[in-house]
């Protein structure tokens, strides 16, 4: 049992680093079609959604299947998904501006989505930096309610992408679907403890 949990938590790793390889392997070989910035950008922002998604994905899979072991597959897609978007905002940084702060700054200004990707990056880097054990312990209760502060995230992110696109929205749709249904199944688990503390609760004699 222990081989096959440690082989399974092998795969996800080389898994999550597939997109990153082939994604290097297209800068390499020059295969990012005829606007290379903007499929970059495209493809790390589409895969640190899908990375935030599996992530959020996690908690239902979990309640479902009753397997506490996926509380550590969280946190890797979770990080995954920082290490996605942090290549995003870099990609903006380095390669569409070159750390030019004066035009990055009047950038931010102008477009109203970069402050959606803003909230959602900065949301993702405090639940990166507040994942190892040590900042668990020290965060206490306060760290379950930060790491509430992934949904914020996600949809901040969706503004960031549905908000900067001019044509087919199919993708910042689909990805508004998921989080509705993830949510949804939140609402319903926590309707579900409200409801079984409220029939637990100690009668009143008259």
């Known amino acids: 049992m222990t081989y096959l949990i440690n082989r399974l938590w092998t795969l996800s790793i080389v898994g999550c680093l597939i997109p990153f390889l082939w994604l290097i392997f297209d800068i390499t070989f020059d295969n990012l079609g005829s606007n290379p910035i903007q499929?970059?950008?495209?493809?790390?922002?589409?895969?640190?959604?899908?990375?935030?998604?599996?992530t959020l994905a996690i908690t239902p899979i979990q309640t479902i299947t009753k397997w506490r072991g996926m509380t550590d597959y969280r946190q890797l897609f979770g990080l995954c998904a920082f290490f996605y978007a942090t290549l995003h905002v870099l990609g903006y940084l380095l390669v569409d501006h070159y750390f030019q702060w004066r035009i990055i700054g009047i950038d931010i200004l102008e477009s109203s989505y970069i402050w959606f990707g803003i909230i959602a990056y900065f949301i993702t880097l405090l639940l990166a930096l507040s994942s190892p054990k040590w900042a668990k312990k020290r965060l206490g209760?306060?760290?379950?309610?930060?790491?509430?502060?992934?949904?914020?995230?996600?949809?901040?992110?969706?503004?960031?992408?549905?908000?900067?696109?001019?044509?087919?929205?199919?993708?910042?749709?689909?990805?508004?679907?998921v989080i509705f249904i993830l949510l949804g199944f939140r609402g319903l688990v926590w309707l579900k403890d409200r409801q079984l503390a409220q029939l637990m609760l100690p009668k009143s004699r008259k």
């Open 39 to 54: 499929e970059l950008h495209i493809r790390l922002g589409d895969w640190s959604l899908r990375f935030l998604w599996i």
């Open 141 to 177: 209760k306060t760290w379950k309610k930060l790491h509430r502060f992934i949904y914020i995230a996600a949809c901040a992110a969706i503004m960031h992408y549905f908000w900067q696109l001019k044509g087919n929205l199919a993708d910042p749709l689909f990805y508004l679907l």
